[in-house]
């Protein structure tokens, strides 16, 4: 595995686990896509690129040589102007008003290791010797614009990270108007497309399509990665499975607005370009300055969504999520939420807290309500101060009584937003995004506060900080619950408004960096309105998300399942929640709540001192089996079995990395009459070691658990679950 070039033939071979991806220069000067699939084992790829001429409306690049056209040229990055009349990945405003560039290779550089993106989030490697990274240097001649591309190869995963950095060399002004993060044009169209989209409270479902000519495309023009769609595509070979065939994804490292398309030319070539929203983007690049942009992370597999999910799962889990926590056990925790709302006390508070240490909990979270004069969603965000109406002895001494009970102590905030209703916008009305002479719009009743300016970075660090410090806390749930609107910042000047909502996440992004690393000790988890942005850029800060306002089990099957395809499960937060159910009112039993809830980040949200005798001893049962499981769930190989997105049925398990321990969960959504005798057929285990079933005490071998399967008992009533424990004899 590494990078490889042929000098002779300008030709560079990428190897990672078990693929290859192969970039020629065609004449020495155009960087042409050649190859990306199974791994070739030699190092030099001796099949040149087909080219022949087409027609007068592919126009030639080259004069001496007709064949090439950049119409037709399958481009490792295209730009506009020269030909290529699909969508490019750059776009520049030059300073005579035109927008055509032309860049034509220069060098290379091949080092080990991967270098940081310098203010983004990105996947890392701790030795050297985990990858290699090529940098390859495109230039255009006129404006000396420099194009950087830089790939890197993870040597022990399937795996190719991309990014791009633009250099301006030259003397004029130039604004970038579209920067996308990686380019791969597919010799052929025979693909489907999968893309994660939905809305509130119905995140991340999956949804498939043919490709066809013209562009198929998912976005964002939201500010944030979004509910409606989510940074992640795949293209899927028509004979693909869950388990077999080759499919291919994209995944961005950014949690703004995104662009991920797949556009079909005239001869059949699918170019998938991912980045930044060009929609409503540009940059001013001055003389000297660059521009880098997000990480692209590319994944190849040939067993089918299920290996290509297990690749992103390994690599977010341990490549891209750092800190103590990325690998240690997360608590179980009491969010008191859809408990209490903002109707609460210190009282109330410990009454819950003290029930959830009773039934071995680990965490109480103090949510919404608890600063300014906070009863509703209408005031006070920006006001972090204790509301002492609520909290007579202070938030010091709640954590201290709450961690006295031998529970740790978390807390809500949502630092990013102001309430007009708040002594921080009366103070600073021009802090907020606005546009001068507009009106700005609400969303439940707050604006955004304009992280493009680092006077309102520097205020978030510091009365968040003050409030951390203040209390043992040890757990942050960090909320954001509206999108942009009038987008513009009171600093900027007019040449520069297009850029603020970039700035924004770039100072998100310095914020987070900041605080997370003031407060080691604390676990962080990402929340906008629950799965509004759940993405990797997120994940680099903090390495768990909640995954949706949904707490509904029946929902939470596709939410879970969907958001599986790329994130790993140590990366949901999943709580189990009163019935009826607070969102689609739906009355689901407490096991099949649990055991929905269990297959993430553990915990509760209702009120714990209005249980039955019966639902608290279900409740220890679902705790203490949890603690059991813990270590294989969150960081144990995920697989699916059966698709919520295909029928009434759905199961899922984790087989520990050693193939020693395996959990499992069936679901059954609705009851029907005289239903057929099923079998559950497991995956992953070791097809020779022997197995004992904890439910029956059966001793199985892993060939008959995963051929033959589980004998399914008949299920009565709808929405019921059954667990599966499966240790090695």
């Not at 830089?150 to 301006?168: A, L």
């Not at 399942?561 to 990366?571: D, H, R």
């Not at 001793?699 to 090695?728: A, I």
Request: aromatic share 10%; hydrophobic share 35%.
């Amino acid at each position: 595995m590494g990078i490889y070039y042929d000098d002779n033939r300008k030709v560079f071979h990428l190897q990672s686990e078990k693929s290859s991806y192969i970039i020629e220069m065609i004449k020495g000067v155009i960087p042409a896509h050649v190859y990306w699939g199974p791994q070739l084992a030699g190092r030099e790829f001796q099949h040149p690129l087909n080219l022949v001429e087409r027609c007068s409306f592919s126009p030639t690049y080259l004069q001496e040589d007709k064949n090439i056209s950049l119409d037709t040229l399958p481009s490792e990055f295209p730009s506009y102007g020269n030909g290529d009349f699909r969508e490019p990945a750059l776009e520049v405003h030059l300073v005579d008003g035109t927008t055509v560039t032309d860049f034509r290779y220069k060098s290379y550089t091949i080092n080990k290791g991967k270098p940081a993106l310098k203010g983004l989030p990105a996947t890392y490697v701790e030795s050297d010797e985990e990858a290699e990274t090529l940098e390859i240097i495109l230039q255009d001649d006129k404006t000396g614009l420099i194009a950087a591309l830089s790939y890197t190869v993870f040597n022990d995963q399937d795996v190719i990270t991309r990014s791009v950095r633009i250099e301006n060399l030259g003397k004029d002004n130039l604004v970038l108007k579209r920067v996308l993060s990686a380019n791969v044009d597919f010799h052929d169209s025979d693909y489907d497309m999968l893309q994660l989209s939905g809305t509130w409270t119905r995140e991340r479902h999956i949804h498939k399509r043919p490709l066809v000519p013209g562009i198929q495309r998912i976005d964002s023009k939201r500010g944030s990665s979004s509910h409606q769609q989510n940074p992640y595509m795949a293209l899927l070979a028509k004979d693909a499975t869950e388990d077999h065939g080759e499919v291919y994804g994209f995944s961005l490292v950014y949690s703004g607005s995104f662009l991920a398309q797949a556009e079909v030319d005239q001869y059949g070539i699918s170019r998938v370009g991912i980045g930044i929203q060009p929609f409503n983007f540009q940059w001013l690049l001055e003389p000297g300055e660059s521009f880098q942009a997000p990480e692209a992370v590319l994944v190849r597999s040939s067993e089918g969504l299920g290996g290509l999910s297990r690749t992103y799962h390994r690599l977010y889990r341990t490549r891209l999520c750092r800190g103590e926590f990325r690998d240690s056990k997360r608590p179980i925790l009491i969010n008191n939420w859809e408990a209490t709302y903002f109707n609460f006390n210190a009282d109330k508070i410990k009454e819950i807290a003290k029930a959830g240490k009773e039934l071995g909990l680990e965490l109480f979270v103090l949510d919404d309500g608890w600063f300014g004069k906070r009863d509703n969603d209408d005031s006070s965000l920006g006001d972090w101060v204790e509301d002492r109406r609520k909290l007579p002895e202070g938030l010091g001494k709640l954590g201290e009584d709450i961690t006295a009970m031998g529970m740790e102590f978390g807390l809500w905030f949502e630092p990013e937003m102001v309430s007009p209703e708040s002594d921080l916008y009366r103070e600073h009305p021009d802090w907020c995004l606005h546009v001068p002479g507009h009106k700005s719009s609400l969303a439940r009743q707050q604006l955004v506060l304009d992280l493009s300016r680092k006077d309102v970075c520097d205020y978030i660090v510091e009365s968040v900080s003050s409030v951390l410090s203040s209390a043992p806390i040890t757990y942050v749930k960090w909320d954001m619950n509206r999108n942009m609107t009038e987008i513009g910042s009171a600093l900027l000047p007019a040449e520069r408004q297009r850029e603020t909502a970039h700035r924004y996440i770039l100072g998100l992004y310095d914020v987070l960096e900041r605080i997370v690393s003031r407060f080691p000790h604390i676990l962080f988890e990402s929340c906008s309105g629950g799965g509004g942005r759940f993405d990797p850029g997120m994940l680099y800060y903090m390495p768990q998300t909640w995954t949706s306002d949904d707490t509904d089990a029946v929902e939470r099957l596709k939410i879970q399942y969907g958001t599986s395809m790329v994130y790993p499960a140590s990366s949901m937060g999943a709580h189990v929640s009163a019935v009826p159910n607070h969102q689609v009112h739906r009355i689901t039993p407490l096991e099949t709540r649990g055991h929905v809830a269990m297959s993430g980040n553990f915990g509760y949200e209702l009120d714990l001192t209005k249980l039955t005798e019966a639902e608290r001893e279900d409740i220890r049962k679902q705790v203490s089996e949890y603690k059991e499981l813990r270590m294989l769930i969150q960081y144990g190989d995920f697989y699916r079995l059966l698709s919520p997105f295909e029928g009434n049925e759905t199961a899922w398990m984790f087989v520990s990395a050693d193939k020693k321990e395996a959990f499992a969960t069936y679901f059954q959504v609705l009851a029907g009459p005289n239903p057929p005798l099923r079998r559950l057929r497991l995956k992953g285990l070791d097809p020779a070691k022997s197995y004992k079933l904890e439910l029956n005490g059966g001793v199985y071998r892993g060939d008959e658990l995963m051929h033959f399967g589980l004998t399914l008992p008949q299920l009565e009533g709808d929405f019921r679950s059954l667990l599966f424990v499966l240790r090695e004899v």
